[in-house]
């Protein structure tokens, strides 16, 4: 996984490694970044290492299915949040998406640009036919996002998302490497 690194204009998109856990922690103990989040917010440290465990342990194999990317203000290295792709089953060639950012980043175009560069990824990279991705109907910011990276909205799912406020529709998105 290591050999993974994406760079854009503003960012860079690069392997999670170990030390990134209090970064991950932190950016998944936000209120606000869990609102639309079906994970919940950690309990504590050991539960985020846990889950970073896990990712690092996906990259370690050979056939590696989920890709989980920190996301790093090329000017200076800062963390500001995550991004992974998942993939599905080989003979679909398709994957799912997936983004978290630290709001002090938000509504500055970050998370379409580090969404852009995965999607290229996953099409010239993975040589997926088709990435799709979802988000709750109440997520505004991530439906823009998702608009703006060229994924079309194709689905609107009764009551999908067990969030903390309660069940939630879901909007499905996709976009094909024809697009």
């Known amino acids: 996984m290591n050999k993974y690194?994406?760079?854009?204009?503003?960012?860079?998109?690069?392997?999670?490694?170990?030390?990134?856990?209090?970064?991950?922690?932190?950016?998944?103990?936000?209120?606000?970044?869990?609102?639309?989040?079906?994970v919940g917010i950690p309990e504590n440290l050991q539960e985020t290492e846990s889950i970073l465990q896990s990712w690092l342990k996906e990259h370690d194999t050979q056939n590696t299915q989920r890709f989980t990317f920190a996301v790093e203000l090329n000017t200076d290295h800062q963390f500001i949040g995550l991004i992974g792709i998942s993939l599905g089953k080989a003979k679909y060639k398709n994957a799912e998406v997936w983004f978290k950012f630290d709001p002090k980043f938000w509504n500055k175009g970050y998370a379409t640009e580090a969404l852009k560069e995965l999607l290229l990824f996953g099409f010239e990279e993975l040589r997926l036919?088709?990435?799709?991705?979802?988000?709750?109907?109440?997520?505004?910011?991530?439906?823009?996002?998702?608009?703006k990276a060229g994924m079309r909205r194709e689905a609107h799912t009764?009551?999908?998302?067990?969030?903390?406020?309660?069940?939630?529709?879901?909007?499905?998105?996709?976009?094909?490497?024809?697009?």
Do not use: F, M
């Open 5 to 38: 690194k994406i760079d854009s204009g503003r960012l860079t998109l690069r392997a999670i490694v170990e030390k990134d856990l209090l970064q991950v922690h932190y950016l998944h103990s936000l209120e606000e970044v869990d609102q639309y989040n079906t």
């Open 158 to 179: 009764r009551q999908l998302l067990p969030l903390k406020s309660g069940w939630s529709d879901n909007y499905g998105y996709a976009k094909l490497a024809s697009d």
């Open 129 to 147: 036919h088709r990435i799709e991705a979802g988000c709750a109907v109440a997520n505004l910011g991530s439906i823009q996002v998702l608009e």
